[in-house]
């Protein structure tokens, strides 16, 4: 399931109670970045008008996948200390 399918799925909603401790205060300190980073791993920054207008694919969701599981990890490692 793409995350746009789970988004929906859920009501278009993604709250706190959804989430552990360690994904509630990884989002707090990602969100603010989230949006732009979105379209910078996707190298579409000059191509869609906005992380809105990205097509639900499953290439688009493993390219995400695999830069967000990045992210979190160093976030984890580096950062949540």
Same mark, same amino acid.
């Given at each position: 399931?793409?995350?746009p399918q789970l988004y929906e799925r859920?009501?278009?909603v993604l709250a706190s109670h959804m %989430?552990?401790?360690a994904g509630n205060?990884?989002?707090a300190s990602r969100y603010d970045n989230y949006l732009s980073d979105y %379209?910078?791993?996707l190298n579409l920054e000059d191509e869609v008008e906005s992380p809105y207008h990205v097509?639900?694919?499953w290439e688009n969701y493993e390219a995400i996948k695999f830069n967000?599981?990045?992210d979190f990890q160093y976030w984890q490692e580096?950062?949540?200390?």
């Open positions: 399931m793409t995350g859920a009501g278009g %989430l552990n401790e205060v990884y989002t %379209l910078f791993y097509p639900d694919t967000l599981d990045e580096h950062i949540s200390r």
